[in-house]
Structures are given as C-alpha cells and as structure tokens.
C-alpha cells in the first residue's frame, strides 16, 4: 500500500499494519489481504462482488477488520458483505471507508452489509467514512445496513461520517426478534456543499425488544443533511429515537422521524432539536482565551464525540 | 331549535341560547341565527357556501360564537368561513361542530377556515368537534384551518374532538410574520373504529416568530390516529411541536413530526412518546377505591384536560 492508502486506512478504522485476527482489506476495487481464523471464515460472494463472512456459534472477544479504501479516482463500486454471526457470540466487526480524489473524476463506493444475528449473541458494529484529496470530483459513499436479530442478542452500531464525503444516502434497516436490543449511535458532519442523508426502519417484532437510536450531526457552510427514523412497536416493546442537530453558517437540517405503536404495549418517543450553538457557550469559551473559531470547533469536537 | 340540536349546541359550544355579541349559528345547511355588531361584521360569502367575518381594527375583548349542527342525517357540506382581523384587536372565537346520526345515513361537515390576523393582535380560536346519535350512518368531519399572523400577533388555538366523531382530516397551515406567536393546543379522543388524522404545516418566515404546537390524544378500541407536522424554520424563530397520545386495546398510532432548519438562526424542537397508561398509576388510583375502569377514565380525563 502507498502512503495515501496507509493515510486512509488508518483514519477509518486506526489501523497502522495489518491486524491481528480476521481481516478483509479491499483497496481500489480488489481485495488486498485477508485472513480467516478458527472461529471467522470470510470467503468471496458467489454472486456480485463482496464477502461472505461466518461466525461460528459461541465465537467471544475476537474482532474483524473490514476496511475500504480508494485512492484512485474514478472508481465506481457496489459491494455486498453478508454476515452469519452465530449463536452465543460476543464479537466487534470494524468496517469503514476512505476515499482519496486526487482528479476531476468522482469515486462511489456502495457498501450494503447484511447481518443475520443468532441467539443470545452480542455484536459490536463500527464504521467510519473519510475523504481526503484536493480533486474537484465527487466522493460518494452510500451505505446500506440491514439487520436481523435474532432472539436475546444484542446488536450495538457506532457509524460516524468524520469529514470529506461529499454525497452520502445512508440506510439502515433491522428487524429485532424476542428480547432483542439495537442500539445505534451516528455521528455525522457535513461542509462546504455536501449533502447527507441518514434513514432508518426499525421493525419491534419480537416481545420485549428494544431500540436507542442517537443521531448527532454538524451541519456546516452550505450542506444539507436529512435525517429520517420509523420505528414500527409491533409488540411489547420499547422504542426511543433522538436527533440532535448543530447549524453553523447557512446549512440546512431537515428531521423527520416516525414512531408507529401497532401495539397498545409498545411505548415509543421520540426526541429532535435542531439549533445553532448558544452564543453564551461561545462567549463562555472566548473569556478563557480561545478565539471565536477555536470556541466553535471545541464545542463542535464534544458534541460529536 | 329541537331537543337534539340544543344538545349538540351545548356539547360543542357551550351554548344554552342565543349567546351575547356577534354570531352565526348555522342548523342543517342553513343558517339559524346571525346577529352583527358594532364592531363585528357577519355577511354572506359571495362565492361557496359560508360566511366572512370583518373585525375592525381596535376591537377589544369581544366574542364571536359560529356553532354548525347538524341533525338530520345525510347532509355533506363543505363551507367557507374567512376572518379578516384588523390590527389591535383582542378577541375570542368560538367555532364548533356536532353531528346528531340517527340512521344509516353518513352526515359529513367540512369547514375550510380562513385567518387573516393583522398588526398587533391577540385571537384566541376555540373549536369543538362532537358526534352522536346511535344511528349506523358515518360522523365525517374535515376541519381545515388557514391561518396568516400578522407582525406582533399572537393566535392561540384550543381544538378538541371530544367523541363521536367517525372520521376526522385536520389540517392546519400557518404562516408566520416577524414577531408573531403561535400556540396550539389539540386534544382527541377516538374509539370504536374510528380514524382521526391531525396534519400541521407551519411556516416560520418572520424574524423572532414562534410556533408551540401540543397535541394530546387517545386512541381507543381498533382505532386509527396519525399525527403529522412540518415546522419550517425560515428566519430566526423557535418552534416547538409536542405529541403525546395514549394507547388503549388494539388502537394504532402514527406519529409523523418534521422540523426543518433553512436558517441557522432557526431553533426548532420535536417531542413525541407513544404508550399506555402504566400499570402503577391504575393499581394506585384502584387502592383508593377505584375500579380498573374508573381509574383508567380518570387518568385519560386528566390528561385530555
């Protein structure tokens, strides 16, 4: 890899070398290394591009690196990762995204992952999106995330969109079963013209189950960001949706979620703020020596991490 | 008037005769009684059905009373009521509408009300939606509700569906100019198999205007309930939308809020919970004597307050 990709690698998912236990790097549309372990198998798809990966039942403390990186502009990519993860698992997958666009020609990489959770497991889902590179083209990032959990297993994602994409639809759906807990954390901020789309479907089915989704998002210069959340109770279960959301100069935020009770036993609520930072924070800031723009980026670093 | 029309007068506008200052009150598709005065002025429209309502400038502390009731079964209207509300008036309206269904025969009332609230004004706009009768035909009721507040005006709206009503669309549009004030209150009630959908768009164009929009309901039996709102954020303003509904037996509810920020200077907030009474506040209110039912009423009353 060359310095642009090791630059990349390392802002999506930290890595400075290769990781220990199973990994899948893909650079530039082909897959660079990869490595499968006792417990984690990861074979090519039969059909379209991307991975199979399986998690044996009772698989706990191991983790999988998936990385993305393009560093050659002009690249256009669908890949589709499918995910059997076992029963009694306890494992932390690390996927992300890094685009360099050094030309005029835009890059798109469309990741669509699918997770099919067994019992009493526990998942940890990290993501991160970063673009780098002075080129005029686009860098486009637009992941899909579908999810099934399966009875008692807990599935925890944490996605943040750190800088530099210009054109992002982000789709999540999942389907919780008995017992079953998703809870997402999305971090996401936007400059310049780009523009961000965040959605979620979020199906209650099974008794007892349960959903927190947190949303925060920084919207700055002329961007745009769209974040829009259904939560269907379809049983006894509980449901709660937050979006909280920072304007700086002329960006717009639109938020548009929807909680449905199809179930006299489901409690629902959901919570949206969208508003600027408090000029007193600003000012609370300036009086112990920072500048204006040092105030704004420090309250901006808390809110987001 | 008849023992039925009496009763629904009452129910929706507290009426037991002809009340002081101005007013219209309109029985089975025709008007019953009008009454202008010095400084309300009721006349006919001169296109569609309806009345348009002129307050002068300066009108202080006065009341407008315009109950519609309908009896007789089989009547579907749709009238148009505008007010043209001059600046510096204080003033109260008092609409309403009951339907009395005593055959299979559906009855439906379609109100389409115009505001036109100039400099400087205080409204306050009371309506009441009530059906009865045990006869199989439909009670339909789409109020519509169009309202412009002029700079430094204050609208308060204070809607309740209190029974009875088989299928009710509310929609409500405002605009808002610089310094003006929306308040709304909503409540509904729906049981059986009824359907009720409260829709608000409300536009926040002018500089330090404000928007607070609560709706409370609950959805008995297999009803439907859909709550929709869009608050625009356009200038420097807050909003602040608030939906809270009770579930009891197999009734569904939707609910659909968004906040759009298209000004940084725009501080909008959205809350909603969906749920069921809690166990504990019924088991309390039963050891004080209470059945499971009575408790259930009482704590529905206290919350559609």
């Known amino acids: 890899?060359?310095?642009?990709?090791?630059?990349?690698?390392?802002?999506?998912?930290?890595?400075?070398?290769?990781?220990?236990?199973?990994?899948?790097?893909?650079?530039?549309?082909?897959?660079?290394?990869?490595?499968?372990?006792?417990?984690?198998?990861?074979?090519?798809?039969?059909?379209?591009?991307?991975?199979?990966?399986?998690?044996?039942?009772?698989?706990?403390?191991?983790?999988?690196?998936?990385?993305?990186?393009?560093?050659?502009?002009?690249?256009?990519?669908?890949?589709?990762?499918?995910?059997?993860?076992?029963?009694?698992?306890?494992?932390?997958?690390?996927?992300?995204?890094?685009?360099?666009?050094?030309?005029?020609?835009?890059?798109?990489?469309?990741?669509?992952?699918?997770?099919?959770?067994?019992?009493?497991?526990?998942?940890?889902?990290?993501?991160?999106?970063?673009?780098?590179?002075?080129?005029?083209?686009?860098?486009?990032?637009?992941?899909?995330?579908?999810?099934?959990?399966?009875?008692?297993?807990?599935?925890?994602?944490?996605?943040?969109?750190?800088?530099?994409?210009?054109s992002t639809i982000r789709k999540t759906t999942a389907k919780l079963a008995e017992h079953a807990t998703l809870k997402v954390m999305e971090r996401l901020m936007t400059h310049g013209e780009q523009r961000a789309e965040s959605r979620f479907i979020v199906d209650l089915n099974g008794e007892d189950s349960g959903a927190n989704i947190i949303s925060r998002s920084v919207a700055k210069d002329d961007s745009y960001q769209l974040f829009q959340s259904v939560l269907n109770g379809n049983a006894k279960c509980s449901g709660h949706t937050e979006c909280d959301a920072i304007i700086v100069g002329n960006a717009k935020i639109s938020s548009i979620p929807e909680i449905t009770a199809n179930n006299s036993d489901a409690a629902l609520i959901h919570e949206a703020a969208i508003g600027k930072i408090a000029g007193e924070q600003i000012v609370k800031l300036m009086t112990l020596g920072l500048t204006e723009e040092e105030a704004e980026e420090q309250i901006i670093s808390g809110f987001l991490k």
Chains 1, 2 share one sequence.
Not at 60 to 67: A, F, M, R, T
Not at 127 to 151: A, C, F, L, W
């Open 1 to 166: 890899m060359d310095t642009i990709q090791k630059e990349l690698l390392q802002a999506v998912s930290g890595l400075h070398e290769i990781p220990v236990g199973a990994y899948n790097i893909r650079t530039n549309g082909k897959t660079e290394a990869r490595n499968s372990t006792e417990h984690i198998e990861i074979v090519p798809r039969e059909q379209g591009d991307g991975i199979v990966i399986k998690i044996k039942p009772g698989t706990k403390n191991e983790s999988l690196h998936i990385p993305v990186v393009l560093s050659q502009a002009g690249i256009k990519e669908t890949v589709y990762n499918d995910f059997y993860i076992g029963d009694d698992c306890d494992v932390t997958i690390i996927a992300g995204c890094g685009i360099h666009c050094g030309t005029d020609d835009s890059s798109q990489h469309d990741g669509i992952h699918s997770f099919f959770i067994g019992k009493n497991s526990r998942v940890k889902y990290v993501e991160k999106h970063y673009g780098s590179g002075d080129g005029k083209g686009q860098r486009i990032m637009n992941p899909e995330t579908i999810v099934e959990i399966g009875e008692n297993s807990y599935m925890e994602m944490d996605t943040a969109q750190i800088k530099g994409v210009d």
